[in-house]
């Protein structure tokens, strides 16, 4: 068989896969579906009954984006917390509160009672590599997650 014939084979048999991939890509992409407290990672549910156990629960979604899965919470009093797929918190918005103190790590703590007295953490987000407070005077502080010195700072 020539060159030629072989590459324009190769050709048709690549483009065929990925007409197929992006076809079907719909049905497992990319949803969302509301789910049970009682359905979420045991680690989420313990971490809600300890830090949220009196609040009640307006919704529950599972949220799936092709390879990653995740769960978000929303409470009537407009808590919004955010959990990966192995029920870890990821992130933590309070509209009218504060995120509970012993959520914040005990240095990320220290820092802001000596440099930001009076403010507490509006919101909490952690990566792989840091960790992003917003507090009450609308600083954004990112530490790092491993040592917890801050590294960046936003007004």
């Given amino acids: 068989m020539p060159k030629w014939k072989k590459w324009l084979l190769g050709l048709g048999i690549s483009s065929?896969?990925?007409?197929?991939?992006?076809?079907?890509?719909?049905?497992?992409?990319d949803y969302e579906k509301p789910v049970l407290t009682s359905q979420l990672p045991a680690p989420a549910q313990a971490f809600m009954q300890a830090h949220y156990g009196n609040s009640k629960t307006a919704l529950a979604r599972k949220e799936v984006d092709w390879f990653e899965k995740e769960y978000e919470v929303i409470l009537t009093d407009g808590i919004q917390i955010t959990f990966d797929r192995h029920g870890?918190?990821?992130?933590?918005?309070?509209?009218?509160?504060?995120?509970?103190?012993?959520?914040v790590p005990a240095p990320i703590q220290e820092y802001i009672n000596e440099n930001h007295p009076g403010n507490c953490v509006k919101e909490i987000s952690q990566g792989r590599r840091k960790i992003e407070v917003d507090l009450t005077n609308r600083l954004e502080l990112t530490f790092s997650k491993d040592n917890f010195l801050l590294i960046d700072w936003d007004d």
Avoid: N, R
Avoid at 88 to 103: R, S
């Fill in 88 to 103: 870890e918190w990821k992130e933590i918005k309070h509209k009218a509160g504060c995120v509970p103190m012993d959520i």
């Fill in 16 to 29: 065929g896969i990925i007409v197929i991939a992006l076809a079907l890509s719909p049905f497992w992409a």
